[in-house]
Every structure is written in C-alpha cells, then in structure tokens.
C-alpha cells in the first residue's frame, strides 16, 4: 500500500470519527437545550407566582414590591445548569494544572538532556465536559446493568425460597418416664507434668542444638565441645524461665523445662532446635 492510500484512509477515518463525535455533540446540545427549556419555563411559572403574591401582599401593606427579574432564556441558567458549570470549571482547572505540571517537568528533563521538548497539548474546555459526560454515562449504564442483574437474581431467589419446616417434638409420656442414675466420672489417670531440668542437663541439650546447629548459629566449625559456661542467671523468653549460658562468644537461652532453645542476635532471642539425639542419650 503507498503512502497516499495510506495517508487517505487515516484521514478518511479521521474524518469519520470527527464526524461521530459532532453526532454525539449535537444529540448531547439538543438534550441540554429541551432541559434549558422545560427548566426556564418551570422558573418563569415560579416566579410570576411569586410576584403576584408579592404585588398583592405589598399592596394590602402599602409598602414597596420589587419584582423578582425574569431574564431571557438564552441568559436563564438553572441551579443544575450553575452547578454543572461549576464541577466543570474545577474539573477543567485541575486537569490544566496536572497538565502543566508534566510539561514543567519534561521541559527540565529534556534541557537537562539536550533534547527538543514537545509539550502536550491542552484540550479544549468543551472536549474534556464531553469526555467527562461520557464516561458517566458509561459508570451509570453498568450500574443500571447491575442493578437490574441483582434484582432479577433476588427475585428468581424469593420465588425458589422453600421455609424450613419446624419438627414436631417428641414428648414422653410421664407414665412411660425413667430415671436413670448415672456415676460420677472420675480420671484413673496420674495428672503429670514437665519438670523443672537441672543446669547440667540444660547444658546437655545446649551441647546437641550447637553440635547440630553450629553452621546455622554462625560458627566456622562444630564448638560443641568448646566450654558452654552458664551465667548463673535466668531470663524470661516467650514467658518460658531459661538457664542462660556463653559459648565461644554467643549467648544461649535454655528453658528449664527443655521446651526450646534460643540464641541471641542483636538483643533478640531467636530460636533453634536440635535434629539429632547422639550427644543426649550417650
């Protein structure tokens, strides 16, 4: 394809969505316009009510009446009308701002570069309300959708509803009662609990979790067998009471029901376990 077919048909479609949007435009200005009306007319009626109750209350008083002004309609502006224009105006502003701001700081970028800024071009006040317009009317045609889905979805629900039925209770004849005493429920069982372990047994499993442990703690070798001192103090972690022992330059806690370990790291006790037994059960 040359470059003229081509160059043809973008105009052509150019053209064709130009003319789509001026369709668009003269429906949205028509409706605006038959709204302008019935609004101006609806003011008018208001109005020359008002100011015939107003004539004749002046007149009984004897005092001055001031009408209230009846403009033209091409300079009639309802308070929807004020309050579209206003949310538009904003709208517009801070779209201009936004605007801008990006060219502001593409400029500084490509004089920062050597590079030829080409701003982006700001759209006219009418093309932004239209674009506005219709993206709201796409929002609220997909709510409708959905409105309509879930009603029709509630009521498919409310005409399938089935009430459960309540069951009759049974009752047992007074007659037909029995008593029935049952024993008292009593644990044949020894209630047992974890004992508190010695220093040299928390040691013993201090022993295990380095000797399994000693790559994950941090240490160039196995120091298992390096002397583990305990401090001859206790500490609380995680509300369990711990033996706390030093070995080769790190700091253990042992709880002394042997429920866990824990090694120091910057002030915060992080915890370890063992994974074999060979060291405990020699």
Same mark, same amino acid.
């Given at each position: ?71 033209? +309609? ?47 071009? +700001? ?10 317009? %219709?993206?709201? %009317? ?96 206790? +500490? ?47």
């Amino acid at each position: 394809m040359s470059k003229e077919s081509k160059l043809e048909k973008k105009e052509a479609k150019a053209a064709k969505k130009a003319a789509k949007a001026d369709k668009v435009a003269q429906k949205s200005a028509a409706k605006a316009e038959k709204q302008h009306a019935k609004a101006y007319d609806k003011f008018v009626k208001e109005a020359t009510n008002k100011n015939a109750k107003g004539e004749k209350k002046a007149t009984a008083s004897g005092k001055a009446f001031t009408p209230i002004v009846i403009p033209p +309609i091409d300079q009639f502006q309802s308070k929807a009308e004020l309050k579209a224009i206003k949310a538009n105006d904003k709208a517009y502003d801070a779209l201009v701002k936004k605007i801008n701001k990006k060219n502001t700081k593409m400029e500084a970028k490509c004089a920062k570069k050597g590079q030829p800024f080409v701003p982006i071009a +700001i759209p006219g006040k009418d093309e932004v309300v239209a674009q506005e317009n %219709k993206k709201k %009317k796409i929002f609220s045609m997909i709510l409708m959708i959905l409105l309509i889905w879930f009603m029709i979805y509630f009521i498919i629900m409310w005409v399938n509803y089935v009430a459960p039925i309540k069951p009759v209770d049974e009752t047992v004849s007074e007659t037909n009662s029995v008593n029935y005493d049952y024993e008292t429920y009593s644990n044949p069982h020894e209630i047992t609990t974890t004992p508190d372990y010695s220093v040299s047994d928390a040691r013993r499993f201090l022993q295990q979790v380095i000797h399994d442990n000693w790559k994950v703690i941090g240490y160039s070798s196995d120091v298992s067998s390096s002397s583990i001192t305990y401090s001859n103090k206790t +500490i609380k972690v995680n509300n369990a009471k711990c033996y706390v022992f030093t070995c080769s330059g790190k700091t253990y806690a042992v709880p002394v029901k042997l429920s866990g370990c824990y090694v120091e790291d910057n002030g915060k006790y992080v915890p370890l376990t063992f994974n074999d037994t060979d060291i405990l059960f020699k």
